[in-house]
């Protein structure tokens, strides 16, 4: 059974949701996750929003409003997959998940949306459905969170499910 059948059909392990972008603040979530919450047995969904685009034909069309499939680790690396997702996962974060998914025996998929950021996590959150969730935050200053909206923020006050938030330190950037 494909890992993307195996995750559906699971209804009692804990869904763990960890949204990603692959930027430095998102992969320390993501490492953090695993280190410190990830346990055997569970589901690791990575959530990651693409901008919204004008698809005229095909599959993006049809998951712009539902999500992408669910991607599994194994596929995070093909060339097919990447160029067809636009998702850019950089090695040591592929290496490290595929050590967590060895050493901790989970599962690791992905989830793509297209929109808001805000809005897609919140959604895939009650979709998955994910008992709860991680995501980074870039400690951006008071004035930029206020003009620019903080994603992290957001998802604390609008989420369905417990959320963490990991911060990423001036120097880690």
């Not at 695993?34 to 698809?55: F, M």
Request: a negative charge; charged letters at 30%.
């Amino acid at each position: 059974m494909s890992e993307e059948r195996r995750f559906e059909r699971v209804s009692v392990e804990r869904k763990v949701g960890v949204a990603v972008d692959f930027s430095p603040c998102s992969k320390k979530a993501l490492l953090w996750a695993v280190e410190n919450v990830v346990r055997s047995g569970d589901h690791v969904v990575l959530v990651n929003v693409q901008p919204p685009a004008n698809y005229e034909e095909g599959e993006m069309q049809l998951w712009e409003t539902t999500g992408s499939p669910f991607i599994p680790l194994r596929e995070f690396a093909d060339p097919a997959v990447i160029k067809k997702y636009g998702v850019r996962p950089d090695k040591d974060t592929l290496d490290a998940l595929t050590h967590a998914a060895k050493e901790k025996e989970i599962v690791i998929v992905m989830k793509i949306f297209w929109g808001d950021p805000r809005e897609k996590i919140c959604e895939a959150i009650e979709k998955i459905p994910l008992n709860f969730i991680m995501v980074g935050s870039r400690g951006h200053s008071t004035i930029k969170r206020i003009l620019l909206g903080s994603v992290s923020d957001y998802i604390v006050h609008s989420a369905a499910c417990p959320v963490t938030v990991v911060k990423i330190n001036e120097h880690e950037v």
